[in-house]
């Protein structure tokens, strides 16, 4: 079975750093491109970032463009994403998602087989 364990959310305040994670088992990870995405109360689930398999592409939704960075350990089969400069607005749950083919969009949702449980992240003013 596939499964994707996203972690290192919380409670910051604005300006502040987070590094999520997310472990990933079951799939070829070094082979696989990645993804997080984010879902606000009362909002459709969001792209954020999305890493190639091997991570030389990558690719950043606006308005995360320049705090937000995508990365990965393959020898960990692990994605992170490092937060910086964090906004009240980036409150969401965060997900990380894995497609299983090649040649698609990975800044749309539905491009996306696999997904984590989500972690929270909260920025307060």
């Known amino acids: 079975d596939v499964q994707l364990q996203a972690s290192g959310g919380g409670l910051v305040q604005a300006g502040g750093s987070l590094r999520l994670s997310c472990a990933a088992s079951?799939?070829?990870?070094?082979?696989?491109?990645m993804g997080w995405f984010r879902q606000a109360p009362n909002k459709g689930r969001e792209f954020v970032a999305a890493?190639?398999?091997?991570?030389?592409?990558?690719y950043y939704a606006e308005s995360v463009e320049g705090r937000f960075t995508i990365s990965r350990a393959n020898a960990k089969n692990t994605i992170y994403l490092q937060m910086s400069n964090l906004k009240p607005e980036d409150t969401a749950v965060y997900y990380c998602?894995?497609?299983?083919?090649?040649?698609?969009?990975?800044?749309?949702?539905?491009?996306?087989?696999?997904w984590g449980q989500g972690t929270q992240v909260t920025v307060s003013s």
């Open positions: 998602g894995a497609p299983d083919v090649y040649g698609i969009d990975l800044m749309q949702e539905a491009s996306y087989t696999f």
């Open positions: 890493t190639t398999w091997s991570g030389r592409i990558t």
């Open positions: 079951g799939i070829m990870f070094r082979y696989n491109h």
